[in-house]
């Protein structure tokens, strides 16, 4: 029975960490992701095709995916270091 308890402690444990990432990322996530479709849109009123549109949302979506799983405290960063996270710079 104590071989069960101890492990099952550690994982009562650390659930409520890993159910908490970085301050902010998914607002900057989201806001990434936003943009990308934004500037799809851009593409598309300005003649370029389809596949181009959907080339730039893919990596918007790549860029908020590992915007999300860095955890980073956004707090922590400048204005220009958000803007370089959203804009893939």
Known sequence: MKRFIAPALL?????????????GDDALAERAEEQGEAQAEAAMANGSNEMVADQIEDNAEARAEAIDDSDVDVD???????????NGN
């Open 11 to 23: 994982v009562l444990a650390a659930a409520p960490l890993a159910a908490c990432g970085g301050d």
């Open 76 to 86: 922590d960063l400048s204005q220009a270091q958000r803007d370089a996270m959203v």
